[in-house]
């Protein structure tokens, strides 16, 4: 880091004593022309709703009381925030997110050591496994669903007469069962790549000393793997976080087992109310922002692709 | 398997490999079971008979491709498919062509502002997707084109834009540019050069990333009910949420498993063609080494 940022130092101080040659200036124009269409759609389609979503946000706004559209402050906010619904829903993602995301680095962890281990079937087992993280997530939830539907499902007799999805905490259950199934492949690969930064000769020194293979995962390679671990942490924990397709078609949202987004979807087609709505997208922005943020600056998660080698 | 190779090695140091190579492959065939169970559940139900489709049995008692028929005679899903394809197809040529020429400005050129898009574009593909669907909902009714492929491709161009400009910006710097130069002394034009030399090394990624964007499209189900209203932009992972059996009393499990086993099948077929690519694409963008 440190080397990093003297390189970048004197990169700056070179090109600040010497006024921009043609030609550098010339690598400027291309490279913001280049970058522009990328950066105008991205901007176009995410930082002018954005904006919009504000906006509607302090409005009233009801779809079927559309000329009734005035200013009415952070009032939407407070119904929002007021709302048992709202923090239930984020209880919910919140649970969600943490346990699943939990189990899935155990796991991922796990396979990861078994494909960087394993010699036999390395190939079939790296083939196979891409088939959850490929699939179609609401594909895949059909498949959860009918698997515990009572006499259809070949997993639902596992727990006698139970309805595991007309509960909260069995439904929950099995959204973060689906969850784990399709994103685990993901997390590990993330992780695996991160495995091949270990040395294999620290490894086998310290097996020489007599490390224990627990003292070995835990002393030398999950340190040395910080980086690629938090990477794939963050990842993984914001994109639990936005959880909608599997819920919508396990549970539909039912016996309280809704989302952030299922929330921010249903007050929008349900209730029809574009300003709650619009109050309900900023804020899952907001604490999506909050705890990127938390990951980067709290743990010193790199950004992924920021500083790339030359 | 770790403490087992561990405890093994004491007593008798000849059987530790044999035990260890055990252990590894009894945990391979469990992460293959675990993966492939859940897809072979659908193509099993997707082959039942409606009389026993209901029966629990992972294996069908008797075998019917009436699914599959009922499905491609039904415009729902036909028109759906055709959606699917045609605006994963579209989003990922124009994502692929947009996101190398900002990658080929990242991996390759200096400029100020570089550390800032590459910024912008994590911010983006972390965003919470819901946040856009109430404005987007709203706009796309007032400019007219709720419920058509553009109003699909357009938010799946910029959620997928990230993905590509990642993954193709480390690609391409791991091409050795300085090939098109020692062309060019050759004797090659640079349109030569670029064809002949850069374009092969720079195909594997593009490739790569093509890939990858299609998968994140074709998965694509929040905007797709959000955004589309009838047939004419329905992509097959909405139209599936809303089938209903050939008559009321028809349980549609057996046409949704059909349709589920269909538009998996893409997948499959990139898997077994790329895995090595996908793998390396998933985490170069991620991981660096």
Redesign the interface.
Known sequence: MSVNETVRATRVASTRKAPLSAG?RA??R???M??A???V??LA??GY??G??VY?SLHRYDLRFPWDSTFIGLANYGTALRSPLWWQALAVTAIITVISVAIQFVLGM??A??MH?????R??????????????????A???R??WTP????L??LFGDATPLTSQVWGIAVIIMAEV?KTT??MA??L???L??VPEELLRAAKVDGA???QR?TRIMLPLMK??IL??L??RV??S??I??SI??LTAGAYDTRS??IL??DN??TALN?GV??S???L??LV?ALV?FIFVKGFGAA???????? | MATIASTSRARRPAGRDRTAMLGWSAANLVIVAVSLIPLLWLVSLSFKTPDTITDGRFIPRSWTVENYRGIFTESLFTRALLNSLGIAVISTVLAVGLGAMAAYAIARLEFPGKKLLVGLALLIAMFPQVSLVSPLFNLWRQIGIFDTWIGLIIPYLTFSLPLAIYTLSAFFREIPWDLEKAAQVDGATPAQAFLRVIAPLAAPGMVTTAILVFIFCWNDFLFSISLTSTERSRTVPAAIAFFTGASQFAQPIGSIAAAAVVITIPIIIFVLLFQRRIVAGLTSGAVKG
């Open positions: 550098a690598e400027r291309l490279g913001w280049l970058c269409p990328a950066v759609v991205i389609v995410t709703p954005i919009y979503a509607l796990a396979l050591l078994v281990r394993a010699l036999i079937g190939g079939l087992v790296r083939t196979v496994i891409l088939i959850p993280y490929g699939i179609v997530t609401v594909v895949a059909f498949g959860w009918y698997a006499d259809t499902g070949y639902s007799g199934w492949p993901f690969l993330l695996l790549a991160g091949a930064l224990t293979a627990w995962l980086p690629a990477v794939a963050l990842f914001l994109d976080f936005r909608f397709d919508y078609v952030v987004s921010g979807y929008l087609f574009l709505g619009s309900l997208s900023v899952i922005f999506v990127a950004a992924p692709g920021g500083e790339g080698r030359h």
